[in-house]
């Protein structure tokens, strides 16, 4: 639902457990107004925001019951930042890097022989 209109946010929501496990249909998984807010989504630079660093223990207990701590909310930074985590390492840069060059290669032979009707 969310997603209609906040596609960014939709896309990078698989990128953590909770999104993944939502989209293959688990009916635990959170749904982005359980995390955000129905009516009052704010910037999580917001003390008011739900998602607001000092907010996360209260937000993530909803579900997360028991003893719940701020060691369990530091993993709240991977949420919808996989991509831009990943693209900070320098291992995954050069390797991604590595991998698109190989992809690219074997198109352009795929085409050749697709070409000579090999």
Same mark, same amino acid.
């Given at each position: 639902? %969310? /997603? +209609? $209109? #906040?596609?960014?946010?939709?896309?990078?929501?698989?990128?953590? @457990?909770?999104?993944?496990?939502? *989209?293959?249909?688990?009916?635990?998984?959170?749904?982005?107004?359980?995390?955000?807010?129905?009516?009052?989504?704010?910037?999580?630079?917001?003390?008011?925001?739900?998602?607001?660093?000092?907010?996360?223990?209260?937000? %993530? /207990? +909803? $579900? #997360?019951?028991?003893?719940?701590?701020?060691?369990?909310?530091? @993993?709240?930074?991977?949420?919808? *930042?996989?991509?831009?985590?990943?693209?900070?390492?320098?291992?995954?840069?050069?390797?991604?890097?590595?991998?698109?060059?190989?992809?690219?290669?074997?198109?352009?032979?795929?085409?050749?022989?697709?070409?000579?009707?090999?």
């Amino acid at each position: 639902m %969310c /997603g +209609q $209109c #906040h596609s960014d946010s939709a896309t990078t929501y698989a990128d953590y @457990y909770h999104g993944a496990a939502y *989209r293959l249909g688990a009916n635990d998984a959170p749904a982005c107004w359980q995390c955000h807010n129905t009516h009052l989504i704010l910037p999580s630079a917001n003390r008011l925001s739900w998602t607001y660093p000092d907010n996360l223990v209260t937000t %993530c /207990g +909803q $579900c #997360h019951k028991g003893t719940l701590n701020n060691k369990y909310t530091a @993993y709240a930074e991977l949420i919808h *930042r996989k991509a831009s985590i990943l693209s900070e390492n320098p291992v995954y840069a050069a390797a991604s890097s590595a991998r698109q060059a190989i992809s690219n290669v074997l198109y352009k032979v795929g085409q050749v022989f697709k070409r000579s009707g090999s």
